[in-house]
């Protein structure tokens, strides 16, 4: 959970269907609720929030705040956070997403095997099954 975390908004999300036929996680959100709780996770700053959103949402900020609408994403996140009061951007970009914590950092680090497994598992099955 702790490596799929920073893609989850604190509110609002749709989980992906593994959490439940895989882990048999009912509740997603009561066990990302747990990981902040136990200081694992904490609610992302406003430059996270704005990292998430789209090149084109972010195009379309700065040019109606007359600024450069070029460059990489990581530019445009940085041109707004510099040029556009951060009042105004906390009322625009909202939404919050979780980051890891050290301690969820470290965690993640101690049990890295974890993320591997869950990724490379159906190729193992794949890998293991007999050949009809």
């Known amino acids: 959970m702790l490596d799929y975390a920073g893609s989850y908004f ?12 895989k882990y048999g996680v009912r509740d997603v959100d009561n066990c990302l ?3 902040l709780n136990r200081g694992f996770l904490q609610v992302g700053n406003l430059q996270s929030a704005i990292e998430k959103e789209t090149a084109t949402v972010l195009k379309s900020e700065l040019k109606n705040h007359g600024l450069k609408v070029s460059g990489k994403k990581d530019e445009m996140v940085q041109r707004l ?8 951007l906390n009322s625009r970009f909202d939404k919050r997403t979780y ?6 950092k470290k965690a993640l ?3 890295g095997y974890v993320p591997y497994i869950h990724r490379h598992l159906r190729l193992q099955w794949h890998l293991a099954s007999p050949v009809l």
């Open 81 to 88: 956070m510099a040029e556009v009061s951060h009042e105004e």
């Open 109 to 111: 680090e101690e049990e």
């Open 33 to 35: 609720c747990s990981l």
């Open 10 to 21: 604190t509110e609002g999300n749709s989980f992906q269907g593994f959490w439940w036929y």
């Open 99 to 104: 980051q890891l914590t050290e301690i969820g």
